[in-house]
């Protein structure tokens, strides 16, 4: 079986390494960076409402310019 030579063992061995690291850059480095960024807006967007329960709250689009720029 060729996936158990010895002599193709070794570069199917590199380019999986390769593939995975490369794999977990792009993760890492732009879709989990957007996630985080989602995350901490809806946290602080919870906490706003949650703070302004019962009082009138400002039209939504001055409500989101607000949390994007604090």
């Known amino acids: 079986m060729p996936q158990f030579d010895l002599y193709c063992f070794s570069t199917q061995v590199f380019w999986v390494v390769i593939i995975f690291a ?8 732009f879709f989990l960076v957007d996630m985080g ?23 939504f689009s001055l409500y989101i310019s607000y949390l994007l720029n604090h």
């Open 22 to 29: 490369l794999f977990y850059i792009v993760l890492t480095h």
């Open 37 to 59: 960024s989602t995350l901490k807006l809806r946290a602080k967007r919870k906490s706003l409402t949650l703070d302004n329960a019962g009082k009138q709250l400002p039209p």
